[in-house]
């Protein structure tokens, strides 16, 4: 029988959690608590995939534009 509370993951919250992962190793490597205090902000490639992992996992890949 399924349980109604169950979790599920799917492949777009895995690698949203691997960027996440990878932001905050970096913040820590660079003793920051935020992105938004680092001079490499605007051009920092790794945020960039981050947020599109962001995206990504919201939209579970199927594209398009932010629906609220």
């Known amino acids: ?3 109604p509370q169950e979790i599920v ?3 777009w919250d895995l690698k ?3 960027k ?5 190793n970096c913040q820590e490597s660079n003793s920051l608590k935020t992105c ?3 001079s490499k902000f605007f051009e920092c490639d790794l945020r960039k995939k981050y947020v599109i992992a962001v ?3 919201m939209n579970k ?3 398009g ?3 609220f």
Do not use: P, T, V
Request: include cysteine.
């Open 9 to 11: 993951i799917d492949e």
């Open 65 to 67: 534009g932010f629906e």
């Open 36 to 38: 938004s205090d680092c």
């Open 1 to 3: 029988m399924d349980n």
């Open 20 to 24: 996440l992962a990878e932001l905050k």
């Open 55 to 57: 995206y990504e996992s």
């Open 16 to 18: 949203l959690d691997k």
């Open 61 to 63: 890949g199927a594209g």
